[in-house]
């Protein structure tokens, strides 16, 4: 587990664009069920997360359509939550950072660790808003 402190600022940071923090499985799934597209992204304390995969699912946001939730949860500090989200990303292997797309519970759309790393964050943007304009 990490500490806190560590990790404020990395929680912060999608946390003042608007993504609700995750912290228990029941919060995963109330999520998950919840009418319309969600997206939960998986935050991480690794540089691809800071350089790439949160600026580029703020950056996604700038899009007309755009995902009716938005959600996120931590790997390596809120265990509970990040399992129940791994578990319906199946069958992609558990990854951090990583971002799922749902539609009514139903996974749509997937971006894997692999899809992040050494990508920039406009390319990540422009893999979820190509989502959005077909899911949302």
Same mark, same amino acid.
């Given at each position: 587990m990490y500490p806190?402190? %560590?990790?404020?600022? &990395? +929680?912060?940071? %999608?946390?003042t664009a608007g993504f609700e923090e995750l912290y228990t499985s029941?919060?995963?799934?109330d999520a998950l069920k919840r009418e319309g597209t969600t997206l939960v992204v998986v935050n991480s304390v690794c540089g691809c997360a800071a350089a790439n995969a949160r600026p580029g699912a703020k950056l996604s946001l700038q899009n007309d359509k755009n995902p009716d939730h938005l959600v996120t949860v931590? @790997?390596? /500090?809120?265990?509970?939550? /990040?399992?129940? @989200? +791994?578990?319906? &990303? /199946?069958p992609f292997p558990p990854s951090s950072p990583s971002m799922a797309l749902f539609k009514n519970g139903e996974l749509v759309h997937m971006i894997e660790r692999h899809h992040i790393e050494g990508r920039p964050a406009e390319m990540i943007a422009e893999n979820l808003t190509e989502a959005y304009n077909e899911h949302c």
């Open positions: 806190e402190e %560590l990790v404020k600022p &990395m +929680r912060d940071d %999608l946390a029941e919060a995963v799934e931590f @790997a390596g /500090v809120d265990t509970e939550a /990040v399992n129940t @989200a +791994r578990a319906h &990303m /199946v």
